[in-house]
């Protein structure tokens, strides 16, 4: 949103897709990496310019503790040499939204965009509707007790709308948050020569030309 009156202008991304089964997308690409990834990656870059003059801003990655145990398949993103597992893919999508997260954060220091990832928790929504059609059996023997843990999707906006609005966040562009708390990531979600080559595979792959 943009207000007129303290000129704070937050881009928040938003969109996303949870263990699907395969697929491509018109261009080519793994859904739930084009989806979760590639989406988020090329908008907010063409948003880049108008975020700067509306500085300061943030961006809001939507990431998942699904990415402990990631991995970038840098070589097979298309799971086309393996085969394709829908959590596996997930678990890549997501650690691609957290070291985005930082390569952007990087490449804008001090120019006034700040740029955050987070865990919003296991929330009560639809989301999950993939995993119940693969495994009904499993899906009903935890949908009580799941139920009972999962967050209201008022509860599992929380840490997203912190991201947004909360003061003093601007000293850590970068950063990980869960139950709007800073949160170390995992190891994986910390790597710098992966995040580097993630952006360049990146821009590559939405037709991006850029000189950072």
């Known amino acids: 949103f943009h207000n007129d009156f303290d000129h704070y202008c937050v881009c928040i991304v938003f969109l996303g897709v949870m263990m699907c089964p395969k697929s491509l997308t018109e261009d080519g690409h793994e859904t739930q990496f084009a989806v979760n990834h590639l989406g988020h990656f090329l908008?907010?870059?063409?948003?880049?310019?108008?975020?700067?003059?509306?500085?300061?801003?943030?961006?809001?990655?939507?990431?998942?503790?699904?990415?402990?145990?990631?991995?970038?398949?840098?070589?097979?993103?298309?799971?086309?040499?393996?085969?394709?597992?829908?959590?596996?893919?997930?678990?890549?999508?997501?650690?691609?939204n957290l070291?985005?997260?930082?390569?952007?954060?990087?490449?804008?220091?001090?120019?006034?965009?700040?740029?955050?990832?987070?865990?919003?928790?296991?929330?009560?929504?639809?989301?999950?509707?993939?995993?119940?059609?693969?495994?009904?059996?499993?899906?009903?023997?935890?949908?009580?007790?799941?139920?009972?843990?999962?967050?209201?999707?008022?509860?599992?906006?929380?840490?997203?709308?912190?991201?947004?609005?909360?003061e003093g966040l601007e000293a850590h562009s970068g950063c990980y948050l869960s139950d709007c708390k800073l949160k170390e990531p995992a190891p994986e979600g910390k790597d710098p020569l992966a995040a580097r080559r993630l952006w360049e595979i990146s821009a590559k792959l939405v037709g991006l030309h850029e000189e950072n």
């Open 99 to 166: 070291l985005f997260t930082q390569e952007l954060a990087r490449r804008n220091k001090d120019c006034g965009v700040t740029v955050f990832a987070l865990h919003p928790g296991v929330i009560r929504t639809e989301l999950g509707r993939f995993v119940q059609s693969s495994h009904p059996l499993l899906s009903a023997l935890l949908s009580l007790p799941a139920l009972l843990l999962m967050k209201t999707p008022y509860q599992g906006a929380q840490t997203s709308i912190h991201c947004a609005v909360a």
């Open 43 to 96: 908008l907010t870059l063409l948003l880049l310019d108008i975020l700067k003059k509306s500085s300061p801003s943030r961006v809001i990655n939507v990431s998942s503790i699904a990415h402990k145990g990631g991995k970038i398949h840098f070589d097979d993103l298309n799971f086309n040499k393996v085969p394709y597992d829908s959590l596996v893919s997930y678990r890549q999508s997501k650690l691609a």
